[in-house]
């Protein structure tokens, strides 16, 4: 069984910064891609960006490309998404979720492919 602790959550002014974090236990972190999925109220869940098992190769949204980073730190067991020149429409619970596959080659950016899920945390964008 794997946990996922998402953090660093909160409200913010557009154009502010937020970094989240996801703590992972459970399994061997490092063999797994990881991915960050976020959730507006009424939308479905949409990808955000994901990276794969050894944080060589990471895969972004066209509406968050060149505003998050996604990077990992193996030894920590833990994931970010650093968050820049954030907007209204960034408002969401962020999940993060791990891959299913254990090194996989090509990072899916498909929920279904993602089998163990953070809470959530929630970040609001204020205009």
């Known amino acids: 069984q794997v946990q996922l602790v998402e953090s660093g959550g909160g409200l913010v002014q557009a154009g502010g910064s937020l970094r989240l974090s996801c703590a992972a236990s459970?399994?061997?972190?490092?063999?797994?891609?990881m991915g960050w999925f976020r959730q507006a109220p009424g939308k479905e869940r949409e990808f955000v960006a994901a990276?794969?098992?050894?944080?060589?190769?990471?895969y972004y949204a066209d509406s968050v490309k060149g505003r998050f980073t996604i990077s990992r730190d193996n030894a920590k067991n833990t994931v970010y998404l650093q968050m820049n020149s954030l907007k209204p429409e960034d408002t969401a619970v962020y999940y993060c979720?791990?891959?299913?596959?254990?090194?996989?080659?090509?990072?899916?950016?498909?929920?279904?492919?993602?089998?163990?899920w953070g809470q959530g945390t929630q970040v609001t964008v204020s205009s």
């Open positions: 979720a791990a891959d299913q596959m254990p090194f996989r080659r090509v990072v899916s950016t498909t929920p279904v492919t993602y089998d163990y």
């Open positions: 459970g399994r061997t972190f490092s063999g797994y891609a």
């Open positions: 990276i794969s098992w050894s944080g060589g190769n990471t």
